[in-house]
Nanobody, 120 residues
Framework: VQLQASGGGWVQAGGFLRLSCVASGNIFSINPMGWYRQGPGKTRELVARAASGGATDYVDSVKGRFTIFRDNARNTVTLQMNSLKPEDTDVYYC???????????????WGQGTQVTVSS
């Protein structure tokens, strides 16, 4: 099982970016699936996550600006980030609790980090 993240980059404040993540492997289910972020000297924090049934959860600081989408059939999750602020600058990590043939009781997986930089 692997999580492969893409997207990120550099943008000016007020701009937008989109992060995408796809899970691969012999996967039965992923619940939840989402994004975390971590900056230097900071603890990793949840940004947004989505349950397979559609329920979503956001950290207060991104509500109204970020939107998370899932495609359960394709095992993908996308984070649309609008109205970006300099304080959104961090390394973003895709995350999912995945049940697969290799992990029938499920395990937590992380994608590689992708840098998001927002300049003022």
């Amino acid at each position: 099982v692997q999580l492969q993240a893409s997207g990120g980059g550099w943008v000016q404040a007020g701009g937008f970016l989109r992060l995408s993540c796809v899970a691969s492997g012999n996967i039965f289910s992923i619940n939840p699936m989402g994004w975390y972020r971590q900056g230097p000297g900071k603890t990793r924090e949840l940004v947004a996550r989505a349950a397979s049934g559609g329920a979503t959860d956001y950290v207060d600081s991104v509500k109204g600006r970020f939107t998370i989408f899932r495609d359960n059939a394709r095992n993908t999750v996308t984070l649309q980030m609008n109205s970006l602020k300099p304080e959104d600058t961090d390394v973003y990590y895709c995350n999912g609790f995945i049940i697969s043939s290799d992990y029938p009781e499920g395990d937590e997986f992380w994608g590689q980090g992708t840098q998001v930089t927002v300049s003022s």
